[in-house]
């Protein structure tokens, strides 16, 4: 066993639930800090054929965070902020780590102070623009703050102010996605679209995926059943609610909007 890799003794027993209660078992858990470690790990495990289930904070409802048996591969240590960027409407575009919890990017958006450590020049000088901005924030709420947004991603949270902003769906521009066998998808939003159902997909390792989409129709009403598809859909939204069963989310570029005080938010 690598070393990131440990047995799943005794001391992790806590990773075996999420807020479901339900409880589950594994045969071993890791704790990656960066997406490279991530891939490795799904490298190894998946020359072992091991399954693995991938966790965030764990408040999930669904139990899609507890485990039956295999491998838990836990996000929550990837908290890092990685850059800033404005799209061309001006709109503040963040990326970050799948662990950074909401609680804390509240925090950090209310005081217009965010961790630069490693950022590039020019999320540097996004960043000045932030701080001179009237102030951000990040619209969804599933309502449990101590949820990562990896894991509101890949639920696809909701909450009470989906009324007025819609799910995370939309405030997602960006996602890195680490497959199963440790290849890397890097999706930007209307960049990668679907012909019909069927979607073709080049890895950062220059494999091509061709993949066809079920061809059920979404309800209208919300529907967090399956995976979301549509004709000619952005293959961004196919990841989005696929709860980790298409891979783990390693990188998230989220749109931050204005703070609107009338609306109470
Ligand atoms: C009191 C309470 C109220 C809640 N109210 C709401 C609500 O109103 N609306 C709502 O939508 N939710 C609600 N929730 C559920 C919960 O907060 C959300 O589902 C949350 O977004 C999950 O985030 P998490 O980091 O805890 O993910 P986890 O619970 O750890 O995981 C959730 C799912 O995402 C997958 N996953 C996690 N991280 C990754 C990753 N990096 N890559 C790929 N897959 C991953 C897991 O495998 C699992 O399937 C509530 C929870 C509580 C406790």
């Known amino acids: ?95 970050v780590e799948p662990g950074v919890v909401l609680s804390e990017l509240r925090k950090q958006l209310s005081k217009k102070v965010l961790p630069t450590a490693g950022w590039d020049q020019a999320s540097l000088e996004a960043y000045e623009e932030f701080q001179e901005s009237p102030e951000q924030f990040f619209p969804t709420d599933p309502t449990e703050a101590s949820a990562c947004l990896g894991g509101m991603a890949a639920c696809n949270a909701s909450g009470a102010r989906s009324y007025a902003y819609g799910p995370m769906r939309p405030h997602i521009t960006g996602l890195h996605v680490a497959l199963a066998d440790g290849d890397l998808l890097e999706l930007q939003r209307g960049e990668a679209f679907a012909q019909g159902r069927h979607l073709s997909l080049v890895t950062a390792e220059g494999r091509t995926l061709e993949l066809d989409l079920p061809g059920y129709t979404m309800p209208e009403t919300k529907n967090a059943s399956g995976y979301f598809v549509a004709d000619d859909m952005d293959a961004i939204d196919l990841f989005i609610g696929a709860c980790g069963t298409l891979g783990v989310i390693t990188e998230l570029e989220i749109a931050l909007r204005r703070r609107l005080r009338s609306f109470g938010v």
Request: glycine letters at 10%; hydrophobic letters at 35%.
């Open 1 to 95: 066993m690598s070393a990131t890799i440990k047995p799943f003794t005794d001391e992790f027993e806590e990773y075996g639930r999420d807020e479901s209660r339900a409880s589950g078992e594994a045969s071993s858990i890791s704790f990656p800090t960066t997406e490279d470690e991530v891939r490795a790990i799904l490298e190894t495990l998946h020359a072992e054929r091991v399954p693995v289930t991938v966790q965030g904070a764990r408040t999930g409802l669904a139990a899609g965070a507890v485990p039956h048996g295999g491998h838990i591969l836990n996000t929550s240590r990837m908290n890092r902020y990685l850059g800033l960027r404005r799209d061309e409407q001006g709109q503040f575009l963040l990326r």
